[in-house]
């Protein structure tokens, strides 16, 4: 698969897993592994980009005497993820003509 295509899929999956309730690292690539294969070494990046870019916050809070990160989306989050659904709706279109031209072809 593309890389970029891959990434923006990655992020909208992270703004997703975290959409119903704010999560943390290991959390969210749990909650994701039954739909995508997500490692600690990618998910950390797509975080930090994502709060850059000011789709989530991050707060910190004690867990088990340690601090964990936690990650809740914002509004911009929250539109990224609604423009992503409408986009879909224009890949799901080239996805049928593509897969229509090869059923031509057999």
């Not at 975290?18 to 909650?31: A, F, H, R, T, V």
């Amino acid at each position: 698969m593309d890389i970029q295509l891959k990434r923006g899929l990655l992020d909208v999956c992270v703004l997703a897993a975290i959409k119903s309730e704010d999560s943390y690292g290991y959390k969210i690539i749990k909650d994701m592994s039954e739909y995508v294969e997500i490692s600690e070494s990618t998910l950390y990046p797509i975080l930090r980009r994502l709060e850059s870019a000011d789709m989530l916050t991050v707060y910190s809070k004690e867990y088990n005497g340690r601090l964990r990160k936690y990650y809740r989306i914002t509004a911009s989050g929250l539109e990224r993820l609604e423009a992503f659904r409408e986009e879909w709706k224009e890949i799901v279109s080239i996805y049928k003509f593509v897969v229509k031209e090869d059923v031509f072809d057999e």
